[in-house]
């Protein structure tokens, strides 16, 4: 609270000093517009499909990464393969990656493309460094145990990977957020932050342009309580579980 506080104290003393709306619009002119956009059927539209790619986009990755990944974990010759690719779309710039799909595959499919190579990566080398970075003697035990490939994913690899995925996943969600908006920004796109955000700076209109960042970080914030919210529910059915196995036995 000290912080948001600290932030912003500094935002109407620099709108005192600038002493142009134009330039810099008043907290009392941003939190307006803000509680405005929940007013107006056409922004909650963008809102709602700006938030349906990102959930999209982020899904995918999710599945993806977390697949390759473990195969990458799993047989060091497949981590060769797809060390390259990962190394190219954490290297390479996201404005170079948004030129090339917006030639490549046009306006309406670019943001949602955008967002998984940018997210892609993260949960891919989170997943993958988890299983490298796992007791071989953990291992061991499962394999005398129970050899099986599903019972160690489900016993042995998820759950002691789940920490590092979580991680990313919250890394994952801020990032989505930024370069999908980017994308929609520059792409266009139709009912779309990004295309929101565009007409605002068009028609000068900054409180609206202020606001939009506002939502922006709220969402973030969102995701990320909820991403926690549902790793710890995750936690304590499964240590209910381990509890009554625990008993029966």
């Known amino acids: 609270m000290l912080s948001i506080f600290i932030l912003f104290l500094g935002w109407i003393i620099v709108f005192a000093v600038v002493n142009n709306p134009l330039l810099l619009p008043s907290p009392l002119a941003v939190?307006?517009?803000?509680?405005?956009?929940?007013?107006?059927?056409?922004?909650?539209?963008?809102?709602?499909?700006?938030?349906?790619?990102?959930?999209?986009?982020?899904?995918?990755?999710?599945?993806?990464?977390?697949?390759?990944?473990?195969?990458?974990?799993?047989?060091?010759?497949?981590?060769?393969?797809?060390?390259?690719?990962?190394?190219?779309?954490?290297?390479?710039?996201?404005?170079?990656?948004?030129?090339?799909?917006?030639?490549?595959?046009?306006?309406?499919?670019?943001?949602?493309?955008?967002?998984?190579?940018m997210i892609f990566p993260i949960i891919y080398q989170a997943t993958f460094g988890g299983i490298k970075q796992i007791d071989s003697e953990l291992v061991d035990v499962y394999k005398l145990e129970d050899n099986r490939i599903i019972t160690g994913l489900k016993y042995c690899y998820i759950p002691l990977i789940q920490s590092q995925v979580k991680t990313a996943l919250l890394q994952s969600a801020g990032l989505g957020i930024k370069v999908l908006v980017m994308a929609e920004f520059l792409a266009q796109t139709k009912n779309s932050i990004g295309n929101q955000l565009y007409l605002s700076k068009v028609n000068l209109a900054y409180d609206q342009v202020f606001a939009w960042t506002l939502l922006l970080i709220f969402l973030a914030v969102i995701l990320e309580l909820l991403i926690n919210r549902y790793a710890v529910i995750k936690n304590k059915i499964t240590n209910d579980i381990s509890v009554k196995k625990s008993i029966t036995d």
């Open 31 to 117: 939190f307006k517009a803000f509680f405005e956009l929940f007013t107006n059927l056409k922004t909650l539209q963008s809102m709602g499909a700006t938030i349906l790619r990102l959930l999209l986009a982020l899904t995918i990755a999710f599945i993806i990464g977390v697949a390759l990944g473990l195969l990458s974990g799993f047989y060091p010759k497949f981590a060769t393969f797809c060390s390259p690719i990962v190394t190219i779309l954490r290297t390479v710039p996201v404005i170079s990656i948004v030129v090339i799909m917006l030639i490549l595959f046009g306006f309406e499919t670019t943001p949602y493309l955008i967002t998984f190579f």
